[in-house]
């Protein structure tokens, strides 16, 4: 018998309990609980539709400790500052349950990538567009002090996942001295990259994954997935958005994104103003050269999550889009001289991406 059998079964019944007391006060058609959705944690979510009445979303978070005091805490945040986040009916924080509202079945990554099969390029432009101004809107309006610092040892620790997973898991790679000093220039590199940036609220996993096409077509997205949110460099979010796990776009895309992503935040004077105002907000390369770099960082750290998810954790299906960040990394890491030894270290690992390269579509 699987070890974990026993464990599941008991939190089922613990969840089941938990649901009971709230079923008359909210609905609940407790014999449709179903699993809507997995995450790469031991996060789960289930849907349960209501008596006449919309469906409610169930968040399970068994993890110890679990993630649920920020995710409320976090989205009392955001929806303070007019983002679409669920609106919670319950929690139990110490149980790592919550009901909440159900923000439906359309994710941005299924709708753009419908869009990418029939090749329109309306429906991107406009979702992306729609995203950006929620992003601006976070950014603008939300208290980044409240937020843990993405500060440097944060980031060494994110980058070091790639070391152990990616370069000596996956790969079975030891370093000798010349690739240990190539790799930590490159750690120092992108540790100042993060730090130099003005300093915003940063969800950290802004990807169309976690945002939903809304139907009552406010403009809003509906965003999820935010209880990791932190005090970081500006360009992270947005290089989240444009350069996704599973999804990819033509670099004339992602330019023009970037490009009216960047007006917003010098007309919202995020970059600062006048004397006070950061280099970026009057050089759109400048702010591209920080964007490319800091989501360079957060590739390499997924590379290193996807690798764990395979070796440790039996989820072999995120390893597949590892070619896709080879192609993304080698590409930023071919652009800038600077980076030079980092693309040394990813030749190493994969030859045949650096020699001939790689299409991202």
């Not at 319950?90 to 990554?109: C, K, P, R, T």
């Not at 390499?300 to 070796?311: A, D, E």
Request: glycine share 6%.
């Amino acid at each position: 018998m699987n070890s974990a059998a026993p464990a599941a079964l008991a939190r089922e019944h613990q969840l089941h309990a938990w649901l009971q007391p709230l079923a008359a006060t909210h609905g609940l058609r407790l014999s449709t609980l179903g699993l809507a959705s997995g995450d790469a944690s031991v996060r789960r979510y289930f849907r349960v539709q209501t008596e006449g009445g919309p469906s409610l979303i169930v968040m399970d978070d068994p993890a110890s400790p679990n993630q649920m005091a920020p995710f409320v805490t976090v989205g009392a945040q955001m929806a303070r500052c007019g983002l679409h986040v669920p609106v919670l009916h319950a929690v139990d924080a110490e149980a790592g349950f919550a009901l909440m509202e159900d923000l439906g079945e359309q994710s941005y990554l299924r709708a753009l990538l419908d869009a990418q099969r029939r090749e329109d390029r309306a429906l991107p432009a406009r979702l992306m567009r729609e995203a950006s101004v929620a992003l601006l809107q976070w950014q603008l309006l939300g208290d980044a002090s409240q937020l843990p610092a993405y500060d440097e040892a944060f980031v060494r620790r994110e980058l070091q996942i790639f070391v152990d997973w990616c370069v000596q898991g996956l790969f079975g790679r030891q370093w000798n001295a010349q690739q240990q000093a190539w790799w930590e220039h490159t750690v120092a590199l992108l540790v100042r990259n993060a730090l130099e940036q003005p300093q915003v609220p940063m969800h950290r996993d802004f990807m169309v994954r976690n945002l939903m096409v809304m139907a009552d077509a406010d403009g809003r997205p509906g965003v999820l997935d935010f209880q990791d949110a932190v005090r970081g460099p500006v360009s992270y979010d947005m290089g989240s958005l444009l350069r996704d796990a599973f999804i990819s776009w033509d670099e004339e895309e992602e330019l023009d994104w970037a490009v009216r992503y960047w007006e917003g935040l010098r007309m919202s004077r995020l970059l600062g103003d006048g004397d006070a105002a950061h280099p970026m907000a009057q050089d759109f390369g400048l702010f591209w050269r920080a964007l490319e770099w800091t989501v360079l960082q957060r590739q390499l750290k997924i590379m290193g999550i996807f690798s764990r998810l395979k070796l440790r954790d039996g989820k072999p299906a995120y390893a597949e889009d590892l070619p896709r960040f080879f192609a993304y990394t080698i590409k930023t890491a071919s652009r800038y001289v600077e980076l030079a030894p980092l693309l040394r270290l990813l030749e190493d690992l994969q030859p045949q991406f650096v020699q001939t390269g790689f299409s991202l579509r």
